[in-house]
């Protein structure tokens, strides 16, 4: 638990260094990669097809700036980061809804799971993040169906406490749950 404790300081310290990099990173990048402004290029895409450029995007950024600390990016099944041989799965949407997307597979127990708001140029204005020990929790992965390989996880209010919040808030709903994105 000492590896939590010490990345999640790590994280919340760096947490608006990483923001500030992304938000440069698409002002100053976009428009030269895609050939077209941000709002051009998803002019009317799914939330899911923007988070499948942007995430990635974010994904490096995040890396590159917990790097110096020991947190790495480590992609394997169900493994997106490594921190003092601790595997994390990470999760990064766009959706502000109280639910993460997943591809159905096995993950490994802690999970960083990331929510980003962004405006109509790209730049993030508000975010949640949190690390939670899914194995832990009462809430699980949804298993995927025969037309959908794809799983969901939204957190029931009794996991309120095993939630290791970084960025945001929790708010607790009827039964389930509610990132506060800040």
Partial sequence: MDSIKNLTEIIKNNW??????????IEENFENFF???????????KTQEITKIISPVFNLILCKVLNPSGFNRCETDGVDYNFEGLAIEGKITLSTSNSWTGNGYKKTNWHLLVKLNLNEDGIVVSSFCALVPIDECVSKWTVPTLDSNFSSLKFDNIDSDKIVIINGKLEKKTKLLAPILL
Avoid: G, W
Avoid at 16 to 25: G, L, S, W
Avoid at 35 to 45: L, N, V
């Fill in 16 to 25: 608006k260094e990483i923001i500030t990099q992304y938000n440069k990173h």
């Fill in 35 to 45: 050939f077209m402004t941000y709002s051009e290029y998803f002019k009317d895409a």
